[in-house]
Nanobody
């Protein structure tokens, strides 16, 4: 079992930055691919970015390419999402997820955090 705890959300103005963290604990966290998803009010949960267990490959949603960066620490127990040039449409609850596959599909991720709210004002 893997436990995930997100932190770093908050209220920021357009154009500013935030860095989200996801602390993973439990068995063999380094074996899991990790991802960030987000869910805005009234919308489905969607992929933001994913990273392989080794950290060597990443993938991003088109809407965040060039603005967001996903990374993980050397111990592979913490995953980060650096969010720059934030826009009001980035407002959502951001969820960390862990799974054995490197995927953009929600169904590929078995473990989920409780989420952290990110609100971007104009």
């Amino acid at each position: 079992h893997v436990q995930l705890v997100e932190s770093g959300g908050g209220l920021v103005q357009t154009g500013h930055s935030l860095r989200l963290s996801c602390a993973a604990s439990g068995r063999t966290c380094s074996d899991y691919g990790m991802a960030w998803f987000r869910q805005a009010p009234g919308k489905e949960r969607q992929i933001v970015a994913a990273i392989t267990s080794s950290g060597s490959n990443t993938i991003y949603a088109d809407s965040v390419k060039g603005r967001f960066a996903i990374s993980r620490d050397n111990a592979m127990t913490t995953v980060y999402l650096q969010m720059n040039s934030l826009k009001p449409e980035d407002t959502a609850v951001y969820y960390c997820a862990a799974g054995l596959l490197f995927s953009t599909s929600r169904g590929s991720y078995k473990y989920w955090g409780a989420g952290t709210q990110v609100t971007v004002t104009v």
